[in-house]
């Protein structure tokens, strides 16, 4: 669904990421990892069309991501990032209906089909309930699942989460990070997010990308486990993973 090729990404004279080739599968929840500044956010907003790469290209559902114009963009990728949504009188509802904007006509007036959308959006991630409270009444954890709804509205192939857990205890962390393992596999997204959390990306996600300036692997996640990069770069503690059970010891 995405496809890296021969990309090289950073900001004025330094380079984060060098000559990287990678595929990021549909149908699938990968986690995104590597320590801060390594160049987590600038990958995804190269994805989402936020920022030029400095070499090679970014193909998304096989075209190119600067040929998408950002009308097209905002049809095929939805972005929810790190920002705390606290607008007072502002209601849920009225948030998941942004996800509409790209569909509406140019007063932004939604139709019968729009609404349904919203209210099924709300469904999906258990918030119907919350639909007419205000976020600025909401803990961290619902107003993530109403950004999560917001590009679920949105109706996009790709959802890329810039470190959605951040703000979040640990039980809220599972649970927003099954959720997005739900999404991607029931309703065939490919779903990219940066974290920190180690064992949450490799108890939960199907693949992990790693960076590790200037290199970027994208494994399945037994197969990242088993390379030694995260042992590599997470240097101060170890990890072993069973394949069959899938179970995760993360020793600090």
């Not at 900001?11 to 590597?34: F, M, P, Q, W």
């Not at 193909?59 to 991501?65: N, P, T, Y």
């Not at 607008?87 to 509409?100: E, S």
Request: proline fraction near 3%; aromatic fraction near 4%; charge should be neutral.
């Amino acid at each position: 669904m995405i496809r890296l090729e021969n990309i090289t990404l950073g900001y004025g004279s330094r380079t984060l990421v060098e000559k990287a080739d990678a595929e990021i599968r549909r149908g699938a929840l990968t986690a995104l990892l590597g320590r801060n500044g390594t160049g987590k956010s600038t990958l995804l907003r190269a994805v989402a069309g936020m920022q030029s790469v400095m070499a090679g290209r970014i193909l998304i559902a096989g075209r190119a991501a600067e040929e998408y114009t950002p009308e097209r963009m905002a049809l095929t990728v939805a972005m929810v990032t790190t920002e705390r949504i606290r607008v007072a009188d502002l209601r849920c509802r009225d948030v998941v209906a942004l996800g509409r904007a790209p569909y509406t006509n140019w007063i932004g007036r939604m139709q019968d089909a729009d609404a349904e959308i919203v209210e099924r959006s709300l469904a999906t991630v258990g918030m119907s309930a919350y639909a007419d409270r205000t976020m600025d009444r909401m803990s961290d954890g619902e107003c993530q699942r109403i950004m999560i709804a917001r590009a679920l509205a949105q109706q996009t192939p790709v959802i890329l989460l810039d470190e959605p857990t951040a703000f979040l205890d640990m039980p809220n962390r599972y649970e927003l990070c099954t959720l997005l393992a739900r999404l991607a596999h029931d309703e065939d997204k490919c779903i990219l997010f940066s974290t920190h959390e180690l064992d949450i990306a490799l108890n939960l996600c199907d693949d992990i990308a790693l960076i590790d300036p200037p290199r970027l692997y994208l494994q399945r996640t037994a197969e990242m486990v088993r390379s030694g990069h995260l042992e590599k770069l997470f240097s101060a503690g170890s990890v072993s993973f069973d394949p069959v059970t899938r179970s995760v010891v993360v020793k600090r």
